[in-house]
């Protein structure tokens, strides 16, 4: 049996390491997606709103299914849908533009960051928010809490010389009684509710106060196997 490194084991690689520069290339941070024992959606109001059943857990820290944070609550914004009729569509957070993760059981925060507006780009049934990679979520702020946490994903985060990520949404099920198509659903006015899934993601090449990166990503890779 292969042994795998525990959280706490990934972090003491990190605090045992001088802390001296090193670069991060764009990457997947966090996934995230309904819970599998909810009934997590999209809804749109057929005026130009899109909200979210708030039941949405983290899937995966950096590519791993075994990082500290999977299973933590995602809570997003609801946005305001303009453009309409015909694209290009943009998305606005409507009233609070917070973006929080939390424990499972809602207890305690573990990060909370600002997120701007994007676009929506509709293809058939499906479409995609914030599709531009760029920095799409600022003031990023990991708690004491999350800090604690063990987690690579926040780790990482917490060493960022710029805090922010990109942010994106991948949202199914764009038909229904009347329509056939997400763009439909939009210019229409019709109401409408699927699945959706998202991510987080290093933008660009980002400098890091951590050596210890490579030992981390060499950590999660036997993890993985």
């Given at each position: 049996?292969?042994?795998?490194?525990?959280?706490?084991?990934?972090?003491?690689?990190?605090?045992?390491?001088?802390?001296?520069?090193?670069?991060?290339?764009?990457?997947?941070?966090?996934?995230?997606?309904?819970?599998?024992?909810?009934?997590?959606?999209?809804?749109?109001?057929?005026?130009?709103?899109?909200?979210?059943?708030?039941?949405i857990?983290?899937?995966?820290?950096?590519?791993?299914?075994?990082?500290?944070?999977?299973?933590?609550?995602?809570?997003?914004?609801?946005?305001?849908?303009?453009?309409?009729?015909d694209?290009p569509?943009?998305?606005?957070?409507?009233?609070?533009?917070?973006?929080?993760?939390?424990?499972?059981?809602?207890?305690?925060?573990?990060l909370?960051?600002?997120?701007?507006?994007?676009?929506?780009?509709?293809?058939?049934?499906?479409?995609?928010?914030?599709t531009?990679?760029?920095?799409?979520?600022?003031?990023?702020?990991?708690?004491?809490?999350?800090?604690?946490?063990?987690?690579?994903?926040?780790?990482?985060?917490?060493?960022?010389?710029?805090?922010?990520?990109?942010?994106?949404?991948?949202?199914?099920?764009?038909?229904?009684?009347?329509?056939?198509?997400?763009?439909?659903?939009?210019?229409?006015?019709?109401?409408?509710?699927?699945?959706?899934?998202?991510?987080?993601?290093?933008?660009?090449?980002?400098?890091?106060?951590?050596?210890?990166?490579?030992?981390?990503?060499?950590?999660?890779?036997?993890?993985?196997?």
């Amino acid at each position: 049996m292969k042994a795998l490194l525990t959280p706490i084991a990934m972090l003491a690689v990190l605090v045992a390491v001088p802390a001296l520069g090193g670069t991060i290339p764009p990457q997947q941070v966090l996934e995230f997606s309904p819970a599998p024992t909810g009934a997590g959606e999209w809804y749109y109001n057929g005026a130009g709103v899109l909200s979210f059943d708030q039941d949405i857990i983290i899937n995966s820290g950096l590519s791993s299914n075994y990082d500290a944070l999977v299973g933590a609550r995602v809570y997003l914004p609801t946005f305001e849908v303009t453009g309409i009729p015909d694209s290009p569509y943009t998305l606005t957070p409507l009233g609070s533009s917070e973006i929080v993760i939390k424990s499972a059981d809602n207890s305690v925060t573990y990060l909370t960051g600002t997120l701007g507006r994007g676009d929506l780009v509709t293809m058939g049934t499906v479409a995609g928010g914030f599709t531009q990679f760029q920095v799409d979520i600022t003031n990023l702020f990991i708690t004491h809490e999350g800090a604690a946490l063990g987690s690579a994903a926040l780790a990482i985060l917490q060493n960022l010389q710029l805090p922010s990520l990109d942010f994106e949404l991948s949202l199914q099920g764009g038909s229904g009684p009347g329509y056939y198509s997400f763009a439909q659903m939009l210019n229409d006015g019709y109401i409408g509710s699927g699945g959706f899934s998202g991510a987080m993601s290093v933008p660009e090449p980002t400098t890091v106060a951590l050596l210890a990166f490579g030992g981390l990503a060499l950590a999660r890779k036997r993890r993985n196997k």
